[in-house]
């Protein structure tokens, strides 16, 4: 071994050296090239850009939000590149409002609602921390014409409770419930709602009609509209006419439950001579 020529020894060496490097090169260009999208920055990322600097203390890296100006003017920079991004706007109108430019602001989220109507509550919010129940309540009742089945019964709930927190009569009134009733007529909980509220503000009259209206509409709910017409009438003091209705309601395929409260309830309120003679 010791007597074979080293240069035979050092060539190959020399050839994988090229081999090598030449690889290598060929990596850090090929790097270089898909580094772009291989790390490509997100909406979230160059906002937190924008409003958040890196600073060194003590050797540890730490996250130091910029001022709130500042950032806003980052922001509006990277709007120029991207008009439409959702987050960045909705970031942005965040800073507007901070720094007390509310007009701004919310010009800034009713052209997120103009993108995409899942930011109607944002609106909402906003209208609601600056005091303005009118516009809030505008927008609840708007939203409650265009918004999916499953979510106009709380949308409903939530204008009649800012329109009795804050007295905008415009949504208490009988025929305002009526329309919101004619335009729902297919949201059983849509009329819960409406019975519920009106029943803690002791309407019964207008709570009952609209007990019977859905009666007509909601067969599958009879037992609990019939709850309801017993307990309305009976808040009316008019327990004989309650009887009268649970009577003329009675259905022998009712459970055992359902029987003995029947029973119970005409113990009770002198309806059993009526039972025995109907």
Not at 29 to 58: G, K, M, N, W
Not at 165 to 174: F, I, N, S, V
Request: charged share 30%.
């Amino acid at each position: 071994m010791s007597g074979r020529p080293h240069k035979s020894l050092f060539a190959p060496r020399g050839l994988a050296g090229l081999v090598f490097a030449g690889c290598t090169a060929a990596a850090i260009v090929t790097y270089s090239r898909i580094e772009p999208a291989a790390h490509a920055e997100s909406s979230q990322d160059l906002i937190e850009q924008a409003i958040y600097t890196r600073e060194e203390f003590f050797g540890a890296e730490a996250v130091i939000p910029v001022p709130t100006a500042e950032a806003r003017e980052n922001l509006l920079g990277l709007l120029r590149t991207s008009p439409n991004a959702p987050t960045v706007i909705e970031k942005l109108s965040e800073l507007e409002e901070k720094l007390g430019n509310y007009d701004t602001a919310e010009n800034d989220l009713k052209q997120l609602v103009a993108i995409d109507k899942k930011y109607e509550s944002n609106l909402t919010v906003f209208y609601e921390r600056r005091g303005r129940y009118a516009d809030e309540a505008v927008l609840l009742r708007q939203r409650l014409a265009t918004a999916d089945e499953d979510e106009r019964a709380a949308l409903f709930e939530t204008l009649l409770d800012t329109a009795r927190t804050h007295d905008l009569k415009e949504y208490l009134r009988p025929e305002f419930y009526r329309k919101v009733v004619s335009q729902n007529g297919d949201v059983y909980l849509v009329f819960e709602k409406l019975i519920e509220q009106l029943t803690n503000d002791e309407e019964f009259d207008e709570a009952l009609r609209f007990v019977r209206q859905a009666e007509g509409q909601y067969p599958d709910k009879k037992a609990d509209l019939l709850e309801k017409e017993i307990k309305l009438l009976g808040s009316l003091n008019n327990n004989k006419e309650a009887a009268r209705v649970y009577i003329a309601a009675f259905d022998p395929f009712w459970t055992k439950d359902e029987s003995e409260k029947f029973y119970e309830y005409l113990s009770e309120n002198d309806g059993l001579l009526d039972y025995a003679s109907s």
